[in-house]
């Protein structure tokens, strides 16, 4: 099982929930798991030719990768981070 630190701008999928449990041995099966608890939490973080979208970043544990093919081990952490913009 991995655990998945949701960013703030997320956390309406997740009924406000920053911290949640799922299961995938990739980041990709961790988002689709993911989905199919809190629909369209996927799309925000994945484009529609299965890569990360430009303004996300993926951590396992302290690296950064951006392959939703990337292994993930029991116990691991996934973080998403979004970037913020403004003025």
């Given at each position: ?34 989905d ?45 981070f ?6």
């Amino acid at each position: 099982m991995t655990q998945v630190l949701i960013p703030s701008q997320l956390t309406s999928y997740t009924g406000g929930v920053t911290r949640v449990d799922a299961v995938g041995v990739t980041v990709g099966g961790v988002l689709d798991d993911l989905d199919r608890r809190f629909p369209g939490l996927k799309f925000r973080v994945i484009d529609e030719q299965d890569r990360v979208r430009k303004h996300m970043r993926l951590f396992i544990g302290q690296t950064e990768t951006r392959s939703v093919a990337a292994p993930l081990g029991d116990g691991d952490e996934l973080l998403i981070f979004g970037a913020l913009s403004g003025g």
